[in-house]
Structures are given as C-alpha cells and as structure tokens.
C-alpha cells in the first residue's frame, strides 16, 4: 500500500539543501519560512504620468519621421529618368 505524503517545504538553504518540514497546501513553504508581506501600493505622481507621455511622445516622433521620409520618397517625388545607353 503506498501513503501519500505531503510535500516538503519549497524553501533552499544557502548550503543547497532543502527545507524537510511538510509544506502548507496553498504556499508550498512550512509555517517557519511562509512570510506574508502586505503589498503597498505606489502614490500615484502626476509627473509620473506626464514624464511617461513625454517620453511616448518622443519615441513615436523618432519611429515616425523616418517612415514619414520613406513615404516622402517613395511616393511624392517624381520618378527617376532612366539612363540613356550608347
């Protein structure tokens, strides 16, 4: 007959070894190394949000005007003659 067991603790030692409690189910870690740490949420900044436009901006103005003078060349300037061959 084969008991099942439950799961060692997911938690390694600096030395490489493996922590030989039993975990607890919905962490994977033993009650000893299970931290739960209250996640803080960031004060929203105005300039934040005006720094990450600014810096939208002038990436689309980098991607833009080359494809701007790729068009311009393609298309809107007269096509060239072709050379004459003696």
């Known amino acids: ?20 409690d039993d975990s607890i189910e919905p962490t994977g870690f033993c009650e000893a190394h299970q931290n739960i740490l209250e996640f803080e949420k960031l004060q929203e900044s105005p300039w934040r949000k005006v720094f990450f436009r600014v810096v939208a901006l ?5 991607f833009l005007i080359p494809f701007v003078w ?5 298309y809107m300037e007269p096509p060239a003659k072709a050379q004459e061959v003696w």
Not at 58 to 62: A, E, M, R
């Open 70 to 74: 790729t068009l311009k060349g393609l």
């Open 58 to 62: 002038v990436l689309l103005i980098l």
């Open 1 to 20: 007959m084969i008991a099942a067991t439950m799961a060692r603790c997911l938690h390694m030692y600096k030395s490489g070894f493996q922590c030989i």
